[in-house]
């Protein structure tokens, strides 16, 4: 499977700002994925980035709040914008790889967000 | 809509065996079982496509019973590496796109 990477790993901001996450795979990938894992909590997918358009996102989670880019097979980056305590979670990225036939998904290392 | 998985938390000894289990109220396409250790990312285990087929390596296997939108996966002979949380993804189409039960929380003691 892939190598991704996430930086950072974990950081502290102050509300109001905004922190950039980026995902690096070590090779081309089809799909990429941003998901929210608050503390304790199941896994809850944000939006899958699209390569050369517009992410596509999930209920509840809107562009202006969650802006992603993704400009080639092997980079993501997702922004977390004007950010509340409530936005205190892991952010991680996941690649989409064939397997069976179809797309299973391999997780980074997670960037672990906390706002003061 | 997200899949209920059941039991939410498991406590087990070494050796003893454990089923995890995983219903849709939707059509499933796939099902996908992954394992979190504690400040790890999630692990993926094995992929399930519907037919439903078994699969398994090792201790570990899972089945998906199409009619019931169910999954199962079994643990046997329990070992304390097996400790950690268990996600199943569930897939409607082959979209790729994935959304996770609530998590089982399995514990094995010596």
């Known amino acids: 499977s892939a190598v991704i990477s996430q930086k950072p790993s974990r950081d502290i901001c102050q509300r109001g700002t905004s922190l950039t996450i980026q995902c690096q795979v070590d090779s081309q990938v089809t799909m990429m994925f941003w998901y929210r894992q608050q503390p304790g909590q199941s896994l809850t997918l944000i939006a899958t980035a699209n390569q050369g358009s517009e992410a596509t996102y999930e209920s509840g989670f809107v562009i202006d709040k969650f802006p992603i880019s993704r400009p080639n097979l092997t980079f993501s980056t997702l922004t977390v914008s004007n950010m509340s305590p409530e936005d205190s979670s892991i952010y991680l990225c996941?690649?989409?790889?064939?397997?069976?036939?179809?797309?299973?998904?391999?997780f980074g290392p997670g960037t672990r967000l906390t706002v003061l | 809509q997200q899949p209920v998985q059941s039991p939410q938390a498991v406590i087990l000894r070494e050796g003893e065996d454990a089923v995890i289990n995983c219903s849709s109220s939707k059509a499933l396409y796939s099902v996908h079982w992954y394992r979190q250790k504690h400040g790890e990312a999630p692990v993926f285990l094995m992929i399930l496509l519907k037919g439903g087929e078994q699969k398994g390596h090792d201790k570990i296997s899972a089945s998906f019973n199409e009619k019931k939108q169910q999954s199962s996966l079994y643990l046997t002979a329990s070992q304390l590496s097996y400790s950690g949380t268990y996600f199943c993804g569930s897939s409607t189409s082959n979209t790729g796109k994935l959304i996770f039960g609530q998590g089982t929380t399995l514990q094995v003691k010596p």
């Open positions: 996941s690649v989409g790889s064939r397997n069976s036939g179809t797309d299973t998904q391999y």
